[in-house]
Structures are given as C-alpha cells and as structure tokens.
C-alpha cells in the first residue's frame, strides 16, 4: 500500500488542504475511498476532535493513522513540522516514533520466530520481555521477576538485547521500511528533513533540535523515524501479515506480569498487553523531549490507531486517542475519570503508601497531574502529566525516566481501592 503525494491524488485517495487560524496551520488529509471505510461521519468528528485538541495543547504537528479490519479507513496530517518558520507538515515528513522502536523491531523478531528463522529461547525471552534484565544477568532468563511487583524497564537494556540478536535481525529480508529502520538504528545522525521538537507545555519557546533528539535515543530502543506514509505502510502490512500468522498475540507466551492484579496486564516483545475477552490488545508510547507517539492494535480484530506528534514529552493527544477507541472498540481510557459508572475507579484524590509518601492526582490547568511528596514535606516534590492508556491504566511522564512509568488503579485484597505506581501501593487518605 502507498499513499498518494500531496501534489496530485490517486484513487482510492482524496486530498484536501485546509487553512487554520492557529500558527498558520495547513492540513492534508487521506480518506481510504473503500466499501467498508468509515462514512465521512465518522470522519470528520475524529479530525475536528484531533483539530480542537491541538490547539488546546498548543501542539505544533500530529499525525493520525486509523485501521479497521486491516484496511485503512482514516490518515490525516494536521499542523506545521517547525512553530517558528511555520514549515508544513507533510506525509514526507519524518516523524520521531522513539519507543515505538521496541513493537517495530519485536514484531520482526516474532515473524522470525513465526517462520522458524528464529527461535525465541528463554535467554531472548528475558532480554526482550524484561528489558532492565539483561544489565544485571547478560540475558539469563533465570532472573525474570519471580513476583508481578518485580517488574521493571529500562531503553539500555532493550537495547542491549537488540544488539545481541542484531545478526538474527540483518539475516533475513528486510522490506524496504526495515531497510530505513535499519540504517537509522545505527547511525548517529539524525535522518535528513527530520520533524522540529517542541517541548509540551512551552508554546514556541521550547523548540528542540533534530540533531538534539536523536542524540538521547539508544539503538534499537529509540532510534526510529518514519514519514507518515511510511508508518502507514509498515503498520498495513504488518496488519495484513498477522492475520495469516497471528503472531502478535505470541508476544504473551515470552511477557512478564506488569505490576497490576486486577486487571492482566503483561509487557513483551516490545508490547504492553491485555488479554481481553475481543482478543489481545497491544500498545506502545515513545516519550522524549519534543516528540510525541502513540500505538494500540487490536489483533484479532484487525484494527489499530497510530498517533505521532511534534510535542512532548508525554503521549500525544490523548483525548483523540479515547475518541478513536471508542468509536472503534466502544472502549474510552478516560471511562470512570470523575464520570459515569466507573467514576469509583478514578485516579483522582489523595492516596499514601505504608511509608508516608503520598500521591495527589488532581485535574490542573485543564490536565491530569499528579503531585508527588514525601512525609512531612510541604508542597510537591515533583509534579508530572499523567496519560491515559487504558481504562485503569495510565501513563506517567516521570522526570526520573526517559519512558512513562505506568500507574495502575485496582483492588487490594482487603476490597480497598488502590494505586500501585512504582511497585508500591497506595491507598485513599
């Protein structure tokens, strides 16, 4: 699959270029002209939602990707790649996916372990699955957390397992897409025409540099930046990939628990998943200063959303991401967030663990915050953006870490409501 250029549309695609008043914004957007698409009423809500949250966030730039039963039904391009010149982003554009590095290399590892060009041995298994392990045990699988609470992450040592199965990688064809990933998972510089940063929150004050970015990624656990048209192709073909094989989902066998009892939640391969009674449900954020991404597939349906922004750090555009999911899966992250019948497991309030430390998490300038502090302090210690990710799960732009730190909101033994953040819990004050 390819996506037509902007200077001249080719069917099944339709391009259209609007004016906005916000930064002189310019906008293109592609609508897959299929017999199942989504109707232009489902569009359009989706695009004015994307629109209304950019100006919102000040965000700069985004791109979204939408699939419904493997076919592409929605690709939209809205903003501009740099504030300051007011350069237009286009589907040429390359755009900083950071972690999404992770799902794009695991899921060439499962395909290669699908086709019996590899085997995914206990030894992969714990570099890829519990990535802070590899730099405490080169690898050995006998030091997989034995608990649920044992689990961490860390970008060095998935990158450090990326290195030691490099060769496995390279020995197989590669697509054309994996050839660009290729060669930018080991270089130093960033790729030519590379999309401006912007730091969240900071309007164009907070403008970051290509060569500034791409200088804090790590090789196979950030290094990773595709034109909107290129992730559209990798994500199709992946889609149209795994529904003969149903590898994805293989990702489970080689996970481990994330901290969460209440609701299953395991990282592998590159993916956080959720076993859901639909299938499983894969997703991924990349955090890094000025750049923001986003990725949720739905494997035995078919459907997965892509969102990619100029802004972070933090996971782009979240209020989008729930509208889609919605539409989608009737599935909303932001349910039971101070509304409706799930409004008891909301996060919001003022929780403490058995050592005095406690969270205030509080709606804040029109966001979701979360003040941390410790006993007898005064004030917040650190402040950080929370993100939705699914329904009890969330997504903490920690300063202490290059990627978001989940925080789960569940059920203690006991019936109390709790929060489990950092392989602590915490309850209601």
């Known amino acids: 699959m390819s996506l037509a250029s902007e200077k001249g549309a080719s069917a099944p695609f339709l391009f259209g270029r609007i004016r906005l008043g916000l930064l002189g914004f310019a906008s293109w957007s592609i609508s897959a002209g299929l017999?199942?698409?989504?109707q232009h009423s489902d569009r359009q809500?989706?695009?004015e939602v994307m629109r209304q949250e950019m100006r919102q966030l000040h965000t700069p730039g985004a791109v979204l990707l939408v699939f419904r039963d493997r076919r592409l039904v929605l690709a939209h391009?809205?903003?501009?790649?740099?504030?300051?010149?007011?350069?237009?982003?286009?589907?040429d554009t390359p755009m900083l996916l950071a972690s999404l590095s992770k799902p794009f290399w695991g899921s060439r590892l499962l395909r290669l372990h699908r086709s019996g060009v590899w085997s995914i041995n206990n030894r992969a298994a714990a570099g890829f699955s519990h990535s802070a392990g590899p730099l405490r045990s080169g690898l050995q699988a006998s030091n997989l957390p034995a608990q649920p609470y044992d689990?961490?992450?860390s970008n060095q040592g998935f990158s450090l397992a990326f290195r030691e199965v490099s060769d496995v990688i390279a020995r197989a064809p590669m697509s054309s897409i994996e050839r660009i990933a290729w060669r930018q998972a080991w270089s130093n510089e960033p790729p030519a025409g590379?999309?401006?940063?912007?730091?969240?929150?900071?309007?164009c004050r907070g403008v970051i540099g290509a060569s500034q970015a791409w200088s804090g990624l790590q090789v196979g656990s950030g290094r990773l930046a595709l034109s909107g048209k290129e992730a559209a192709s990798w994500l199709q073909g992946l889609l149209a990939e795994d529904r003969v094989g149903r590898f994805l989902s293989r990702a489970w066998a080689f996970s481990v628990q994330v901290p969460f009892r209440d609701l299953p939640t395991r990282y592998g391969m590159g993916w956080f998943m959720q076993n859901d009674s639909g299938g499983v449900l894969l997703e991924h954020t990349g955090f890094v200063p000025g750049h923001g991404?986003?990725?949720?597939?739905?494997?035995?349906?078919?459907?997965?959303?892509?969102?990619?922004?100029?802004q972070g750090p933090g996971a782009p555009l979240p209020e989008t991401m729930a509208h889609v999911s919605r539409l989608l899966w009737r599935f909303s992250p932001l349910e039971g967030v101070g509304t409706g019948s799930e409004a008891a497991m909301s996060p919001l309030g003022d929780w403490v663990a058995d050592d005095g430390t406690w969270l205030r998490v509080e709606r804040r300038s029109g966001a979701i915050q979360v003040c941390e502090s410790t006993p007898g302090a005064q004030g917040c210690i650190t402040r950080s953006a929370l993100m939705p990710a699914t329904k009890r799960k969330w997504l903490l732009a920690h300063p202490s870490f290059a990627d978001p730190v989940p925080l789960y909101v569940?059920?203690?033994p006991a019936g109390r409501q709790a929060l489990y953040f950092l392989s602590r819990q915490f309850v209601r004050r």
């Open 35 to 38: 017999a199942h698409a989504w």
């Open 45 to 47: 809500p989706v695009i």
């Open 77 to 91: 391009v809205e903003g501009v790649a740099n504030c300051v010149t007011e350069q237009p982003l286009t589907w």
């Open 151 to 153: 689990f961490s992450y």
């Open 194 to 203: 590379l999309v401006t940063g912007h730091l969240a929150n900071k309007d």
């Open 293 to 310: 991404s986003h990725l949720r597939v739905w494997e035995q349906r078919g459907d997965a959303v892509m969102l990619l922004a100029n």
């Open 410 to 412: 569940g059920v203690t």
